[in-house]
């Protein structure tokens, strides 16, 4: 089992940046591809992004690309999920989770998930 816990949401203007954190209960980087995903209401869970260490290589989709970045702490067993020039579009409860290696941007394949962070982006 691999317990993840999100942090760092909250309400920003637009413009803003917030930084999300996902601590990890152990060791993922080198066994897992780690994803960040988006859910806003009433709508369905959206990939925003995966980063596999194994493989060292980072996808974005089209819709982040250039405001968010994805990094980490292995000796923190922590992931980032950085946010630039936020937009009211953006806002969404934010998840992060784990898969075996093989980045894909479908929820089905990650297997572990956090319990999302709530990022709110006013006008």
């Known amino acids: 089992q691999v317990q993840l816990v999100e942090s760092g949401g909250g309400l920003v203007q637009a413009g803003g940046s917030l930084r999300l954190s996902c601590a990890a209960s152990?060791?993922?980087?080198?066994?897992?591809?780690m994803g960040w995903f988006r859910q806003a209401p009433g709508k369905e869970r959206e990939f925003v992004g995966a980063?596999?260490?194994?493989?060292?290589?980072?996808y974005y989709a089209d819709s982040v690309k250039g405001r968010f970045t994805i990094s980490g702490d292995n000796a923190k067993n922590t992931v980032y999920l950085q946010m630039n020039s936020l937009k009211p579009e953006d806002t969404a409860v934010y998840y992060c989770?784990?898969?075996?290696?093989?980045?894909?941007?479908?929820?089905?394949?990650?297997?572990?998930w956090g319990q999302g962070t709530q990022v709110t982006v006013s006008s």
């Open positions: 152990r060791r993922t980087f080198s066994s897992y591809v």
């Open positions: 980063r596999s260490w194994s493989a060292g290589v980072t």
């Open positions: 989770a784990a898969k075996r290696p093989g980045i894909t941007p479908q929820p089905r394949e990650y297997e572990y």
